[in-house]
């Protein structure tokens, strides 16, 4: 019965209003845009001020709010005070916007303008458009584009993310929000700082747009243009960003990884730079792709890899260069370790149990090499068709008519294995077709040049201490007394070949078993056809740089 009669006084009270709305004259300011309809309240009240101002004051109870309506947008609150004319409003408590069921918005305090369909809420503000949740003290919203702004410091749930910022501004139509002014995001495996960050709350992508710093598991990424698929953990980066991990720093003009699956590409000028600053290696090409789960590289376009070593760094370029985890390559190729066992044990001996540890992760490498293969250091240059190098024997392997140089020494063949120590030549093996050739002396265009089935080669310092030829040997040698002037040439065969060279000159040549040979005086002979069968000096193919390698690639 009470009931009843509090709806028959808001009819009442509704007619009446309706009335005084229609005596207003012509001349009364009417503000124009669709009115505000009171659809439920349990107490009215109504105050006519002026012909601007006339206050309906509404209120509900604990079981019932008040509701009022304008077109598609509802409002509910625990009370409301309604201007008619200016069609504007003030709610307080409990106050729940419903903009078209898409996305709602919570407060304690609100003043909404129905002629420009915008809305000012205080204190506990909440919206969601539900998939996340954003939470500030004070937030302006705009019905009508669906625009929401907070100025003083808010909050975005979006599942397991998380992101805080001194301003904010919500689309509601694109699902997207930007964050600005110490902006950070934090998800179960990615944190980032920033100072503006574009999220979109439906794909769950954070769109980079100033510098940013992201920390992702184990590695920090540094960028300022990109995006992060917080979902499917893929990201896209440009403007040379650069990431860091703690064993190595990779930057390029571009960038796609995918976490999930482990592979990354980068290019435009990639830079892959090992911290281990003397184990380890660089690597630098316009395309780089990784394989993290494998530990792989495939570098293309003018790949160009540094094995640190000091101040005698070695320098590989190719068409191609490939490395990955030797352990992984034996399970499907056997590929011998070219070490003898001495050597192997007594490298092994040497080692404390920290030592072995690191060299068991850092040794378990290897490179390929495809096409135009070049090598420089200071002490020794090669190039080759193609190239494997295995860290576990620090042994390169050339292939398909490989040519090596170390100081006025030219060594080629069909194949040549170069051992390292300490990352500089220890010794060098040619198999098949193996010549050896150096001028006799630098003002003359006559070689001294060795021939044989298999060339030996050993190095001290860096320099070639002692050669050997074996197999069908051949030799020419050009004698120099004191003074440097020739005292004549030789030219001899024998199985076995050896000559101890000093300051990179041969200085002592045994010939064993099968001598064969003739000494000439230099003028009483054709040194044209002195030459060994398929004498061929390659200087022109040298590299004389490490910048030298990139030419003509």
């Known amino acids: ?43 009215y009240r109504a105050v006519k001020v002026d012909s601007l101002t006339n206050l309906i004051s509404l209120a509900g109870d604990k079981s019932e709010n008040v509701i009022v ?179 190595y720093t990779f930057t390029a003009d571009d960038m796609v990884f995918d976490d999930s699956t482990g592979l990354s590409e980068f290019s435009g000028n990639a830079v892959y730079r090992s911290k281990d600053t003397a184990e380890g290696y660089d690597l630098v090409a316009n395309n780089i792709k990784t394989n993290k789960k494998k530990s792989a590289m495939l570098a293309t376009q003018k790949p160009l890899l540094l094995i640190k070593q000091g101040r005698d760094s070695i320098f590989v370029s190719a068409d191609t260069l490939y490395t990955a985890k030797l352990s992984e390559l034996l399970k499907t190729r056997k590929i ?5 066992t001495a050597t192997k044990k007594a490298l092994k001996d040497t ?42 024997d620090s042994v390169f392997r050339l292939f398909k008519e490989p040519i090596a140089w170390s100081k006025d020494n030219q ?34 265009n006559f070689y001294n040049q060795m021939k044989g089935n298999i060339i030996r080669a050993e190095f001290v310092d860096g320099q070639i201490n002692f050669m050997q030829a074996k197999g069908n040997a051949e030799n020419v040698y050009y004698g120099l007394d004191e003074a440097k002037h020739f005292t004549g040439v030789n030219k001899s065969e024998a199985e076995m070949i050896d000559i101890d060279f000093e300051d990179n000159q041969p200085k002592k040549i045994v010939w064993r078993n099968n001598l064969t040979g003739n000494a000439y005086p230099m003028r009483q002979v ?13 200087d022109e193919r040298r590299p004389k740089s490490k910048y030298d390698i990139l030419a003509n690639q």
């Open 1 to 43: 019965m009470i009931r009843s009669v509090k709806w028959i006084a808001f009819l009442i009270l509704l007619i009446a209003v309706s009335n005084s709305f229609a005596q207003r004259n012509p001349t009364d300011t009417v503000v124009p845009g669709k009115q505000i309809d009171i659809i439920r309240a349990l107490n």
């Open 69 to 247: 309506k304008q077109e598609k947008t509802w409002i509910y609150a625990d009370s409301i005070v309604l201007n008619s004319v200016q069609n504007m409003l003030e709610a307080f408590g409990n106050v729940h916007i419903n903009d078209a069921d898409s996305v709602h918005t919570y407060a304690q305090y609100l003043k909404y303008l129905g002629k420009e369909k915008k809305a000012y809420l205080k204190t506990k503000v909440k919206l969601t458009d539900g998939k996340g949740v954003l939470t500030t003290d004070d937030l302006e919203y705009d019905v009508t584009l669906k625009i929401g702004i907070y100025r003083n410091g808010g909050k975005l749930v979006d599942k397991k993310t998380v992101l805080t910022s001194r301003e904010g501004y919500y689309y509601g139509e694109t699902k997207d929000v930007i964050f600005k002014q110490n902006v950070k995001l934090v998800d179960p495996d990615t944190k980032v700082n920033t100072d503006t960050l574009q999220y979109n709350t439906s794909t769950k992508i954070a769109t980079f747009t100033c510098p940013s710093t992201i920390y992702n598991e184990s590695r920090i990424i540094h960028t300022k243009d990109g995006f992060f698929d917080m979902k499917n953990k893929r990201g896209t980066l440009h403007q040379r960003s650069l990431i860091e991990d703690s064993t």
């Open 336 to 340: 011998p370790n070219l070490r003898d």
């Open 351 to 392: 080692l404390s149990d920290i030592d072995k540890a690191k060299a068991d992760s850092t040794h378990d490498k290897f490179v390929e090499a495809f096409y135009h293969v070049k090598i420089y250091s200071d002490s020794l240059q090669a190039v080759g068709d193609s190239l494997f190098y295995s860290m576990q």
């Open 411 to 444: 060594i080629s063949g069909d194949t040549i294995y170069l051992y390292l120590q300490n990352k500089k030549p220890e010794r060098l093996l040619v198999f098949e077709n193996a010549m050896a050739l150096s001028k006799a002396d630098s003002s003359t």
């Open 526 to 538: 054709n040194h044209d056809e002195l030459k060994l069968k398929n004498f061929k000096w390659q």
